[in-house]
Structure formats: C-alpha cells, structure tokens
C-alpha cells in the first residue's frame, strides 16, 4: 500500500507542479476540473487545438499523468478493484473516465480519487478467479 501511494503522490507531485496555481485547485479537487482538464486532452490529441496554448497542454498533460499514475498504483494492488486489459492505451482510459461522467453528472462534485476508479471498474470489472 506505501508503494502505491508513492507512485501516485508521486506521479501527481511531478504533474502538480507545472500546472497552474488555478488549474491545479480545481483539477485535483473534483471530478468536474479533471474532466475538465480530460477534455482539453482530447482536443490535443485529436490536434484541433493550437500548438501555441501553453496553457491547454499543462492541463492537458495533468489530465494524462494522473490517469497514468492512478492506473499503474491501482496496478499495484493485491485485489484491485477493476482489472484493465493489456492492450488499453491512455488515451482509452481517459476517453472511459469522460463517459463516467458524461454519464454520471451527479458525480462532477466528487473528488476524482473518487470517479476514476468507478469509471475504470464499471467499464472493467474483474473477472472472479476460478
């Protein structure tokens, strides 16, 4: 458990401290900022953003690292609470978490520690081992 919490105080540390002093406030405290956040990534990657919006890409990039470091501490787990394929991308699991909440808009409030893992369990729950 002390492994998985330093990967992702980690993994939000080294995030955290590009991003802007407003965007980090509301990015780390609720689902609704890193959604937020998720969705400029899907501008960026899909490149109908300009390159010259620096700003975009910092929450952009806090968007895709705390999605990273979240999937690879749960990874850690001894009995995770969803059970991500192999083949799943990134980008995958963000475009998953913005379904969640499209879906679940009651959540937007909730803090993204929250969210995410509903989001990753509901789209992959684990099988029971036999």
Do not use: W
Not at 1 to 11: H, Q, R, T
Not at 56 to 67: E, L, N, R, S, V
């Amino acid at each position: 458990m002390v492994k998985i919490l330093l990967v992702a105080f980690s993994a939000l540390f080294i995030v955290g401290s590009v991003t802007p002093i407003q965007a980090q406030s509301k990015t780390m405290d609720t689902t609704d900022g890193l959604a937020s956040a998720c969705r400029l990534y899907v501008e960026v990657a899909s490149q109908s953003v300009a390159p010259t919006n620096t700003d975009k890409f910092t929450q952009a990039g806090f968007c895709i690292g705390y999605m990273a470091g979240f999937a690879h501490a749960m990874s850690l787990e001894k009995t995770p609470e969803f059970c991500l394929p192999d083949t799943i991308n990134l980008s995958e699991t963000v475009k998953l978490f913005l379904k969640y909440v499209d879906e679940h808009p009651q959540d937007l409030l909730l803090s993204a520690k929250v969210t995410v893992p509903r989001a990753l369990q509901q789209a992959y729950p684990c099988k029971p081992k036999q």
